[in-house]
């Protein structure tokens, strides 16, 4: 597609249940990047897919939180369990090529989630 | 580890007037900068991007910016603001590691224009 594409937009959870969200990345993008956005806060890194494998997941906040790219484009984040501090709005980005670090990342519109 | 600091959480401006926005970075070597902004309800858009070369940066929508590496600093400027550049700006550091840029954010300025 034309941009990276998130879904949902708006996620209301009860605390407790298990939620996924969806990022599909620009075609042919081999890099993609997982962000959590606090209010009043800039993104931060979470976890980091080269294709289909998850090179660097050191942003994770705890095991409750988990990502898959299994064909290397589409990528599903997964929170078990959710708890009220995971509300934020997830940022799914994405780039061009694998090898050079001067890629810029392409954003999508985020997934806001609120758990109640 | 690189950090990025923002000083300012909010400015405002008159519509027409001078925009500067303050940025300083912490990292070891030769950083890539970058300064984002974002919509309310959207994602980030890039504005403009440095990685080596001229120091003055333009970017997109009339932005530009500057890195001074004596001062850490990488400050966006705009000569005059119009009312649809209200929204928040973020200036963000990226190092290359295993041939990707693990990126971090500032905590974001918030930029209203008044008539």
């Known amino acids: 597609g034309a941009g990276v594409s998130q879904s949902p937009r708006y996620k209301v959870a009860k605390r407790g249940q298990d939620v996924a969200l969806r990022c599909d990345p620009i075609s042919g993008h081999v890099s993609l990047f997982w962000y959590q956005q606090a209010l009043g806060q800039g993104p931060e890194f979470l976890t980091y897919?080269?294709?289909?494998?998850?090179?660097?997941k050191s942003g994770l906040p705890s095991d409750r939180f988990f990502a898959e790219r299994p064909e290397g484009s589409v990528s599903t984040l997964k929170i078990q369990r959710t708890q009220q501090e995971d509300s934020a709005v997830y940022l799914c980005?994405?780039?061009?090529?694998?090898?050079?670090?001067?890629?810029?990342?392409?954003f999508g519109d985020g997934t806001r989630l609120s758990i109640l | 580890a690189q950090s990025v600091t923002q000083p300012d959480i909010h400015i405002t401006v008159s519509e027409g007037a001078s925009l500067e926005l303050r940025c300083n970075y912490s990292y070891g070597a030769t950083p890539y900068l970058f300064w984002y902004v974002q919509s309310p309800g959207q994602g980030l858009q890039l504005l403009l991007k440095?990685?080596?070369?001229?120091?003055l940066v333009q970017g997109i929508k009339g932005f530009e910016a500057e890195f001074k590496r004596s001062q850490s600093s990488f400050n966006l400027r705009k000569p005059s603001v119009h009312w649809s550049d209200a929204a928040e700006y973020f200036c963000a550091v990226g190092a290359g590691s295993g041939g990707y840029q693990k990126v971090t954010f500032g905590t974001g300025t918030k930029l209203q224009v008044i008539p």
């Open positions: 897919f080269q294709n289909e494998a998850q090179l660097d």
């Open positions: 440095y990685f080596s070369g001229d120091t």
């Open positions: 980005a994405s780039s061009r090529r694998q090898g050079l670090s001067n890629q810029p990342q392409h």
